[in-house]
Structures are given as structure tokens and as C-alpha cells.
């Protein structure tokens, strides 16, 4: 009974999506059988929504001369702070860094490789989550500049992104989901550069997958959250992280996230082959051999129905 | 361009969103931000690449915010609803207007520590421990705030917007 219990406080951090484990299935039980418990959650979010209908319209607006002006500075003046000297040449940090080094190697005898990581290893996943929620935030609320590339020519705009990121990316095909691919643009993280893919479907509500450098660099399952009524799944694959940002409901972004998953792991497709019956195609020699249904392959001795097997990591 | 420059641009947006739903008021809300940035210029030593420039920003925009607030504290805002519903830019629709009045109505009404608390976690998305460091309040005071603040706004909206608002997507 006691156990049950949820308190109040935690009906807000599961409307903000800022409960974890265990607590938020206890959560998700207790809505489910306490109506009213459930319409508060249900409100806390609907007033989220309504604050950001109300203000959202604010990131569209020229913030005029004087903060734009300020703006330039301040970025001059950071730009001063950062020209991205290594964690360790930086004087307060390295004489941080001194000091756990010292006692690093102190207590290297006794703990091994347990060193305290440098700030930039600090650097959470969850943090590149934020990131990329708040580019979605801002850059679907300015349809004038949503992207910076578009998806016209899908090739290129891949190229431009591989180019920034600096690793072999591309925009996965969601039209399964009913999204298609309008462009993208490259932004700065604190891991490195990173690239924001937007989406929109028939309603026109949009969808956004970031890709960036991870900042641990080992691969992890997929984690969700919920900020006001934004949801976000990430994860890292391979050396690149990713989030998948939209205004849906936790299982609507669920499917998709497989999508996006399923089409990273399987590689970038050739765009122009979309939606050719196999018997159209005049040259079936011509075809990437990971896409054709080869014949002799179907009356092999392995009962092998998935055709996207692929021994190569990806 | 600096690397800081798209990411700076968003956080900018994100605090003018933030100014002014706080204040509710666009000329108020500019002045807010404009000194948060002289201040951030001028402090710009004490930002460590690699933190939450989002969460030091808005630290800074806090800090002057409650300068601000005290050294007002002898003439109050006088501001009404009207005036505050015609600097929105939404293009409203007939049905969405009770819903909007109500909620400025609400934001009117809470107290500045309420309205803080509900709007950098509700409209800016942030972490409950990222606001309990920046307005240096213990976690426990800002759940408080955060759930009077709700369910006032609640009770407030509840008068025929709540059926509405589950409408809003």
C-alpha cells in the first residue's frame, strides 16, 4: 500500500518527464487507477502546450538591433573564452587537472584506471539530448529558416552534413511513418558539430533526428524524455549519437525511432531505387547486392527471410 | 563564425521567450534581456567552455531579473490583460482566445517566485535541479512552487478552458 503511494511531486516530474525507473512505471500504475491523478497530469501538460502556443511565436520575431548587437559581442567575447584550446591548456582547469592527475596517479597504485575523466568526458548523453530538444524548439517554430539545406537533391544535402559532421551520415527514409525528408541544417555541440534532419508529414507537424559526436563514445540503448509536451528518444550507434525530437505521444515517437534505428543500421539506401517492383528492374546485376532478392538465395539451405542481414557492422 | 554563434542564437531566442512570458510585456521583457546580455559580455570570462551555457545565460537573465524586481518593488507594473493580448503575435482563432486570456490571467495572478519556477520548467524545459541552482533555492522549495503554481493556474483555467485546452496539440 505504502509503496504504492505517489506523491505529488512526483506527478510533476512525470509530466515533465524528468522520472526514471522504477518510479515512473510506479507512476504509470497509479494513473491508471486514479482518474483524477491522471487529469492532473493530463492538465500540467496541456498547460505546457498552451504556454508555448502563447509565447513560441516570440522565437520568430527579429529580435532588433540591440540584441542583436549584443548578441555579436557576447559571441566575440565567448569566441575569446573558447578558440577550443584542449581541456588541459586552459590555467584553472590545468591546475584542476594537475591536481587529479597528482592524485590520480597517487591512487593509481590502489584504484587502478580510475582517473577522473577530463570536463569534456563529462559531457552527458543527456546533454546532447538538451541539445538537440532545444535546436527542435527553435528551429520548427521559424519556418523561415527551418533549414539551411534542402531535401531537393537528398544526395547532396547528405554530402553537406557528412561534410560538417565529419562522419558518413544521412537522412533516414521515414515515409513509412508518413514523414518525408525536407532538409537540414548543421549545428554546433559542445562534443563537436552536429547535424539536425527535419521531417514533416501530411499535417504538417514536424519532426526532427540530430546526429552528433557522442560524448562518451559507448554505444547505449535507447532513453527517453519529456520536456512540456516534446518528447526526445536517444541513443549512440556506431560512433555517432542521435536523437529523435517531435510533439507526439511516447509511443508515436516509439515507432519512429525504430524506423530511424532499423534504416541506420541498415546503411544509406540509393535514393533513386525507391519503390521498384524487382521484376521492373531491366539489369537485376546492376543492383546492390544487400537489396536484390538473388533466387538461388531463396532455395538455399538457410531459411534466411530477412534480406537486410548484413555481415558488415554498420 | 565562432562555433558559438548558432547555439548562442537559440539560447537568445529561448531567454526573450522566457522574458517575456515572465513579465508579459515586450518593452520590459527587451530591457530584461538586453541588460542579462551586457551583464553575460561582461562576465563573459566566468562561462566554461564545455558547461551549460544555456543554464548560464539563464542564471544571468535571473540574477537581473531580481534586481530588477527589487529595485521596482515601490512602483508595480500596471499592465492590463488587454494590452497584454494585443502585443501577442499569435493569430489566435476565435476559440483559442478564452484559453489565452485565462492562462495570462493566471500568469498575472501568480506570485513572481510561482511564475519563475513554472515557466523555466514548463516553457524552457529545464531540469529541476538546473532551477534550483540558478534561482539558489533547496530542490524541495522548487517543487512547492512549481505545484502551487500549477494548480492555481489549474483552478484558474478550470471555469470551461479546461475541455478546450485538451484540444490544444
Redesign the interface.
Known amino acids: 500500500m505504502e509503496a504504492h503511494r505517489v506523491k505529488?511531486?512526483e506527478l510533476?516530474?512525470y509530466a515533465?518527464g524528468?522520472l526514471e525507473g522504477t518510479r515512473r512505471i510506479a507512476v504509470e500504475r497509479h494513473l491508471a487507477e486514479d482518474p483524477e491523478a491522471a487529469r492532473?497530469v493530463?492538465?500540467?501538460r496541456?498547460?505546457?502546450?498552451?504556454?508555448?502556443?502563447?509565447?513560441?511565436?516570440?522565437?520568430?520575431?527579429d529580435?532588433?538591433p540591440?540584441?542583436n548587437e549584443?548578441?555579436t559581442?557576447?559571441?566575440?567575447?565567448?569566441?575569446?573564452?573558447?578558440n577550443?584550446p584542449a581541456?588541459h591548456a586552459?590555467p584553472?582547469?590545468r591546475i584542476a587537472a594537475t591536481v587529479v592527475l597528482v592524485v590520480g596517479a597517487a591512487a593509481g597504485g590502489y584504484f587502478g584506471r580510475g582517473v577522473t575523466a577530463p570536463?569534456?568526458q563529462r559531457?552527458t548523453l543527456q546533454?546532447f539530448a538538451?541539445?538537440a530538444?532545444?535546436?527542435h524548439?527553435?528551429y520548427t517554430s521559424d519556418e523561415r529558416y527551418q533549414v539551411e539545406m534542402g531535401a531537393e537533391d537528398p544526395g547532396a544535402l547528405d554530402n553537406f552534413l557528412s561534410q560538417r559532421v565529419g562522419k558518413s551520415i544521412f537522412g533516414p527514409d521515414l515515409s513509412k511513418a508518413g514523414y518525408r525528408l525536407i532538409g537540414g541544417r548543421s549545428?554546433?555541440?559542445?562534443t563537436g558539430a552536429g547535424a539536425q534532419y527535419m521531417y514533416i508529414n501530411d499535417q504538417g507537424k514536424r519532426i526532427t533526428l540530430f546526429v552528433g559526436p557522442p560524448p562518451a563514445g559507448k554505444e547505449t540503448s535507447f532513453s527517453f524524455a519529456q520536456?512540456?509536451d516534446?518528447a526526445t528518444f536517444y541513443w549512440v550507434e556506431g560512433q555517432l549519437a542521435y536523437a529523435l525530437i517531435g510533439?507526439l505521444s511516447k509511443d508515436e515517437l516509439m515507432g519512429i525511432t525504430k524506423a530511424v534505428y532499423d534504416d541506420v543500421k541498415a546503411g544509406p539506401k540509393p535514393r533513386e531505387q525507391h519503390q521498384q517492383p524487382p521484376q521492373q528492374q531491366p539489369n537485376p546485376e546492376e543492383r546492390k547486392p544487400d537489396q536484390a532478392q538473388q533466387p538461388d538465395q531463396q532455395n538455399g539451405v538457410q531459411p534466411v527471410s530477412d534480406n537486410h542481414h548484413k555481415p558488415k557492422d554498420s | 563564425m565562432s562555433s558559438f554563434g548558432a547555439e548562442l542564437e537559440v539560447h537568445i531566442a529561448s531567454l526573450r521567450r522566457y522574458a517575456r512570458a515572465l513579465l508579459r510585456n515586450r518593452a520590459d521583457a527587451e530591457d530584461l534581456v538586453q541588460e542579462a546580455l551586457a551583464r553575460a559580455i561582461a562576465r563573459a570570462d566566468s562561462f566554461q567552455t564545455g558547461t551549460n551555457m544555456r543554464a548560464w545565460l539563464f542564471t544571468i537573465l535571473h540574477n537581473v531579473h531580481v534586481n530588477q524586481v527589487r529595485s521596482r518593488a515601490s512602483r508595480p507594473d500596471e499592465v492590463t490583460v488587454e494590452s497584454v493580448e494585443n502585443r501577442l503575435t499569435t493569430p489566435a482563432r476565435q476559440e483559442e482566445r478564452v484559453e489565452v486570456r485565462e492562462m495570462m490571467r493566471a500568469l498575472d495572478e501568480l506570485p513572481d517566485e510561482q511564475r519563475q519556477v513554472l515557466l523555466l520548467v514548463a516553457l524552457e524545459g529545464l531540469k529541476y535541479e538546473e532551477v534550483a541552482e540558478m534561482i539558489g533555492v533547496p530542490i524541495g522549495t522548487v517543487m512547492s512552487r512549481l505545484s502551487r503554481g500549477r494548480e492555481a493556474v489549474r483552478a484558474k483555467l478550470a471555469n470551461g478552458a479546461s475541455v478546450a485546452l485538451r484540444r490544444v496539440k
Do not use: C, S
Open positions: 505529488d511531486e510533476h516530474a515533465d524528468q492532473k493530463e492538465d500540467y496541456a498547460q505546457a502546450a498552451l504556454l508555448h502556443e502563447m509565447f513560441d511565436p516570440v522565437l520568430r520575431e529580435p532588433g540591440e540584441v549584443l548578441a559581442r557576447l559571441k566575440g567575447r565567448l569566441a575569446g573564452n573558447d577550443r581541456w586552459r584553472l582547469t570536463p569534456q559531457q546533454t538538451n541539445e530538444t532545444q535546436a524548439r527553435f549545428l554546433p555541440t559542445d520536456q512540456g516534446i510533439r
